[in-house]
């Protein structure tokens, strides 16, 4: 298993390397974890009669997740694709389960 090694104390490209792929692997979990968190809300939404799509939460999360990256000194337009595309995955995975077709 691969400890964690700041970038600037790197000293190859095997070792970035070794950390990029450190990094997916959690990011990887992380994923998985929100999408059981996802199926928890298809059963709670389904309890209370819910849609998959609240537009205001979607915003919601999509605004947090830019402000987190801009407090990271991440690009908030890439993150922002990437949570609308997740957001929109997660909302497809809910209407399935709820039949929104």
């Known amino acids: 298993m691969s400890t964690e090694t700041p970038p600037q104390d790197c000293q190859s490209m095997a070792e970035v390397r070794a950390q990029i792929d450190r990094l997916d692997r959690e990011l990887v979990q992380m994923l998985a974890a ?3 968190y996802i199926d928890r809300a298809i059963q709670l939404k389904q309890a209370n009669g819910w849609p ?3 537009p205001e939460r ?3 999360v999509v605004m947090n997740a830019r402000a987190a990256a801009q407090r990271e000194g991440l690009d908030p337009d890439l993150v922002e ?3 609308r595309q997740l957001v929109d995955w997660s909302i497809a995975r809910e209407a399935r ?3 929104e077709d």
């Open 34 to 36: 929100r999408a059981g």
């Open 81 to 83: 694709r990437l949570w």
């Open 58 to 60: 979607v915003e919601e």
């Open 52 to 54: 998959a799509r609240i």
């Open 97 to 99: 389960v709820i039949r």
